[in-house]
Structures are given as structure tokens and as C-alpha cells.
């Protein structure tokens, strides 16, 4: 059982409430709700106002400090993701997958948020950048493993009121799906009514007025079909090379970092203080890397399909494991990974 003392400096107007194992809350954050259920080891930064009449957030997920979130009936957070800082959101109903990352600030609302239709709902192992702006005045519908860039805006009303119907104009109120798989690039703008098919990729700062069909390569104002996107498997063999240029770069990667790095030919040693790993590249069939403390659990990432990871992440498999998403290859883990902190910077932050 939890009490309030368990989290000094947060205040709970909560009816029913389950608050499970290794919970962390803000001092400063504020939570509502007539249900409310932490599954073990989420997270709330501090600062934040949480009120929603069904709030969840799933094992290890995270709510990053001084989000501001108003969701009148079910604001549910899927295992392992990481909502940024700086959030706000106001909308009537708000869920998010599985496994996801949403960069800092963004914005759900921006308009008639709080009616019946305001809904958004984003699927699994879903990449959002920063400064992302969701106008779910009607419901918005995004799939799993969809990016979605930088200031990237998506619509779901349009209409000014110069513009009167009574002269002919026109206002448009409709919803927006944005299928599994698909890349919204920079500054892209979405508008009410689209509908984005699964595996397209929407050119930087693109507008998509009119819906876009599977697997093409959209840019434009407006955005217009260029080419069919034609995605061709890797064989074993260009799968084991690129997995051992992908190990390449992240062994150069900790050696800027202030990590030692020693060895050739599929293994080698790194150290860092007092603490050391074994790193081992096997390239049979899709290539495995194995990361391995001197005291400890190894962690075995597997590059065939699907790609899989066993074994427990300490800080250097989380740090493996985040320079691989960096570069696509996505790996399921409980929670999301996050890198070494590079020495140069490491040293201004003690």
C-alpha cells in the first residue's frame, strides 16, 4: 500500500487510485481523477497537472516534468513510453502505445478540444519529435512505428470566419488517419480529411491536402505522388555487413564518449572507470551483438527477423540499444533506452 507520504510535496484528488511498485511523482505535481492506476515503475516529473476521470500509465512508462494534461475521460500511457517535458494536452480522450517516444512540447488541442469527438489515439513503437502540434478537434488516428517530425502539424479543422458558408466558403471539420509505418518529414502539415497510407514517407515541410495512397514518396504544396517507394530485403550476408558497420560506428561513438575501447575481429573490450564489458559481434545468419558485463547478465540482440534482445540491459546495452533506433534497427525492451552521457558534457552537469 502507498500513502501520501510516500510522495511528499504531490497533491492526490483521486477516488480510486493503484500505485504499484517503484513509483516515482514530482514534488509539485497535482493528479485528478476518479481512477487512477501507476503500474509498476512509471513515472511523473515534478510540476505537472494530471487530470483526467481514467488515468493510466503502464510499466515503466514516464510523463516528463511540467506537462499540463486535461483529458475529460481516459488519458492512458502504454508500457514503456516516454512522454518529453512541456507537454500540453486537452482533448476528451487520449491514448498512446506501447514502447513510444513524444518529444518536448507537444500540443494536443489548439482548438475545440474539449467536445465529443476531440480523440487521438497513436499505436505502438511510434517516434515523435519536439514541438509536434496534434489539433484533434476531431478524432486523429496514428498507427505503430509511424515518425512523425519536428513541427510537424496535423488538422482536423480549418475555416475563418471571414470566410462565411453564406458566401460560399467553406469549413471543413473531419478526422485524420495516418496508417502504420508511415514518415511525416519536417515540418510537414496535414489537413482535415487526409488519410496517410501505411510505409509513406511525406517530404519535409509538405501539405497534404487530399489523402495519399500506400508505400509513395509524397512532397509538395500540395503534396503530390514523386515515386513508388520500392523497399528491398536485406540478404544474410548485406544484413551481417551492415550490422557490423553499424558496430563500427557505435564503438567510435564510446570512444567519444570517454569510453576505452580495445580490440579487433568481432570482439573487444570496453571500460569505463572501474566497470567493463566484453562486446562480441557473431555474424551468422542476420548477425547478433553481444554485450556482456564483467558482472552481470549478458544482453544478445538478434538482427534476423524479427529482431529480438535477451537478457537484461544495463548501461551500455541501453546505450547499444538507443545507437541502433538511432539507425532504424528497432529492438522490443521494456521502457526506453537513452544513451551514455558523452564525458565532455557529463563533467559540466556534476
Known amino acids: 500500500m502507498t500513502s501520501d507520504e510516500d510522495f511528499p510535496g504531490v497533491v492526490f484528488r483521486v477516488r480510486r487510485r493503484r500505485i504499484g511498485a517503484g513509483v516515482r511523482i514530482g514534488a509539485g505535481t497535482v493528479i485528478v481523477a476518479d481512477d487512477l492506476v501507476l503500474d509498476d515503475g512509471a513515472s511523473i516529473g515534478e510540476g505537472c497537472d494530471l487530470r483526467s476521470a481514467r488515468l493510466r500509465l503502464g510499466p515503466g512508462a514516464e510523463i516528463g516534468a511540467s506537462a499540463r494534461v486535461l483529458v475529460a475521460d481516459r488519458f492512458t500511457v502504454g508500457a514503456g513510453t516516454r512522454v518529453d517535458t512541456g507537454g500540453e494536452v486537452v482533448c476528451r480522450e487520449l491514448a498512446v502505445g506501447a514502447g513510444c517516444y513524444v518529444g518536448h512540447r507537444w500540443r494536443v488541442g489548439a482548438g475545440a478540444s474539449m ?5 487521438l489515439t497513436v499505436g505502438d513503437r511510434c517516434q515523435i519529435a519536439p514541438d509536434v502540434v496534434f489539433n484533434a478537434t476531431e478524432p486523429i488516428t496514428i498507427g505503430s512505428d509511424v515518425g ?3 513541427d510537424v502539424a496535423i488538422w482536423t479543422h480549418g475555416y475563418h470566419a471571414g470566410h462565411s458558408v453564406r458566401d460560399g466558403h467553406t469549413a471543413a471539420f473531419e478526422g485524420v488517419v495516418v496508417e502504420d509505418g508511415v514518415w511525416l518529414g519536417f515540418r510537414s502539415v496535414l489537413l482535415p480529411g487526409v488519410r496517410v497510407g501505411a510505409g509513406t514517407v511525406v517530404a519535409a515541410t509538405a501539405t497534404v491536402t487530399s489523402s495519399l495512397p500506400p508505400g509513395v514518396l509524397a512532397a509538395g504544396v500540395p503534396a503530390k505522388v514523386k ?5 528491398r530485403a ?7 555487413q ?13 570512444a567519444y564518449k570517454g569510453l576505452a575501447v580495445d580490440g579487433d575481429r568481432g570482439s573487444w573490450t570496453v571500460t569505463s572507470g572501474g566497470r567493463r564489458w ?12 553481444v554485450v556482456e558485463p564483467a558482472a552481470g547478465i549478458a544482453a544478445v540482440f538478434a538482427f534476423g527477423e524479427p529482431l529480438s534482445v535477451q537478457g537484461e540491459l544495463d548501461e551500455l546495452g ?14 522490443p525492451y521494456a521502457g526506453n533506452s537513452t544513451g551514455i552521457v558523452p564525458h565532455r558534457f ?3 552537469l556534476d
Open 346 to 348: 557529463a563533467r559540466l
Open 234 to 240: 536485406l540478404t544474410a550476408p548485406e544484413r551481417a
Open 148 to 150: 512523425i517530425s519536428a
Open 278 to 289: 566484453r562486446v562480441r559481434h557473431l555474424p551468422a545468419g542476420g548477425g547478433e551483438v
Open 242 to 254: 551492415a550490422v557490423g558497420t553499424l558496430l563500427a560506428g557505435w564503438l567510435e561513438h564510446l
Open 115 to 119: 467536445e465529443e469527438r476531440s480523440t
Open 227 to 231: 515515386r513508388t517507394l520500392r523497399p
Open 318 to 331: 541501453h546505450d547499444w540499444r538507443d545507437f541502433c533506433r538511432r539507425a532504424t534497427w528497432l529492438f
